[in-house]
């Protein structure tokens, strides 16, 4: 009998369970929709965790039923970072609506945060920035709007991850990553701040138990019933899901970065562990420890890259636009530069100037630009202010970024890719990994689960198992007079403007 390292990951729009040889091959995937739900009357969007739960077992059945006779070792539990609830401690019941990463209800708990502590003194602390997405900015909403869920009885915060961990095992913890976006964790001290949770009139006993990432948080529970699990399968919080997908590419070492192209597009980068400083502070990344022992994860993201594409492809088209005509549109456009600026900020924006008010523009449009001239100028903007967070991080670390590992459904458009190489005079290299975030979160499983020896170990792993399946890195390398002409546009216009824009609210 084989045995097999399961993967989990809890997204916004999927959520996924993979099945993994311990050679990092990778034998079964089942996805299912990962259902936002509406209260007009709170005025937020919410998950139902009974059915998030039961769509993820059925996943989890029927993915290993695929698989045939195998001996489960461990399961890894990655997930969207900031989404949790709040549940009964005795019980598990749910106590407060499940409240999304991305909902913006809590944007006023946000700002009294703001207002409650020095900036600096909170992210040299949390390795944050203030934000209505944070764990606590949502407690605080909950405290405000749902107040029976904070009183009375053992109330504990769950992230997304931590709740299916407890359903798999009866045990309540986070781990290191996930933690460190409550806005209420130490990542200096690896511990629940109680003091700042306490000046919220919170008990710092609403947070649970804090491990390594990967780390086993329990066993399989016995009246739970899935081929391959035993009461001897290992569960692990395998944490944020950029950072389970940074370690299956082996973004584990200073210098190795990692590039998720999807609706939103995140840059997720190594350093030692060290004191964070003003300089980190004033790079406007976000900071947590990684799932590599002895290390931290420097984080910077825009939430409208691919969001952007999709916004266009709407507008351009009536019906909307099909991914093969946005695909032909793409293939239409001129070579080099379209010399129109888009700053892509139609959610706001995030490193290296984190701001939720500024609004997305177009720069220098003329009448003769058309359709594939905009569609090219948005993939430009989206590549733009990717090298706006690589260079904050490149005078961080001391260290030139000179390669991207990338992944995700934005690999799939060839002249995005191009002119992300173009325009960041990075090398591209496309591991071809069909589903980093489940790989990452069975490696980090296998690791507490001790198939590996450590994160190095596992990354080793999965090289070998894309050899075994076939599976070639691909390389895109930057054009020097493409760069040079797209350089002078970056540093003459979408940096200088960043200032100018930003003092323009709209309504």
């Known amino acids: ?37 509406r209260d007009e009357r709170l005025g937020m969007s919410y998950y139902d965790p009974q059915k998030m739960w039961e769509s993820l077992f059925s996943a989890l059945r029927e993915a290993l039923e695929q698989v045939g006779d195998v001996q489960v070792r461990a399961i890894g539990i990655a997930s969207m970072a900031e989404s949790g609830l709040v549940v009964e401690r005795e019980t598990g019941v749910p106590r407060s609506p499940f409240l999304p990463w991305f909902d913006t209800c809590s944007e006023p708990q946000a700002a009294l945060m703001k207002q409650e502590s020095d900036p600096f003194e909170r992210f040299r602390r949390s390795g944050l920035h203030g934000s209505f997405k944070l764990g606590l900015a949502k407690l605080l909403w909950i405290r405000d709007h749902v107040p029976s869920a904070l009183s009375g009885g053992d109330p504990v915060w769950l992230s997304a991850s931590s709740w299916i961990a407890y359903k798999l095992t009866g045990r309540m913890a986070f781990d290191y990553s996930l933690a460190a976006r409550t806005y209420a ?28 990432g990967g780390s086993p948080v329990g066993t399989f529970k016995a009246d739970l019933d899935a081929p391959g699990c035993t009461g001897e399968t290992k569960v692990a919080i395998a944490g944020h899901d950029h950072v389970a997908a940074a370690l299956a590419v082996g973004a584990i070492e200073p210098g190795v970065v990692y590039d998720s192209m999807g609706t939103a597009e995140t840059l997720v980068g190594t350093l030692n562990s060290r004191e964070l400083t003003k300089e980190d502070f004033a790079a406007g990344l976000s900071f947590g420890v990684h799932i590599a022992e002895g290390r931290y994860f420097w984080m910077g993201g825009q939430s409208s890259s691919g969001g952007s594409v999709e916004w266009l492809r709407e507008l351009l088209g009536d019906p909307v636009l099909s991914y093969e005509q946005v695909l032909a549109l793409s293939a239409a456009a001129k070579e080099g530069p379209t010399g129109v600026l ?33 569609l090219k100028a948005v993939l430009e903007g989206t590549a733009y202010q990717l090298t706006f967070m690589k260079r904050s991080a490149e005078n961080l670390t001391g260290n030139p970024i000179r390669r991207l590992s990338v992944v995700g459904g934005g690999t799939r458009n060839p002249l995005w890719l191009s002119v992300k190489a173009d325009i960041s005079g990075c090398e591209l290299v496309l591991p071809g990994i069909p589903e980093a975030t489940l790989l990452g979160g069975a490696l980090a499983a296998g690791v507490g689960a001790g198939v590996y020896a450590d994160a190095a170990e596992a990354v080793e792993a999965a090289k070998r198992g894309m050899a075994q399946d076939g599976i070639a890195t691909r390389v895109i390398a930057p054009d020097a007079k493409r760069h040079d002409q797209y350089r002078t546009l970056y540093e003459q216009g979408f940096e200088p403007l960043q200032g100018p824009l930003r003092s323009f609210r709209g309504l």
């Open 185 to 212: 964790y130490r990542i200096d001290r690896k511990e629940w701040d109680a003091e700042w949770i306490r000046h919220f009139g919170l008990p710092p006993s609403l947070f649970p138990e804090a491990v390594p």
């Open 342 to 374: 888009y700053f892509p900020y139609l959610s706001g924006s995030g490193a290296p100037m984190p701001d939720s008010g500024v609004r997305a523009s177009f720069v220098g449009l003329s009448k003769f630009h058309g359709k594939s001239d905009l």
């Open 1 to 37: 009998m084989s045995q097999v390292l399961v993967g989990i990951d809890i997204g916004t729009t999927n959520s996924k369970v993979g099945v993994f040889s311990t050679e990092g091959r990778q034998l079964a995937v089942v996805s299912r929709p990962t259902e936002t739900l």
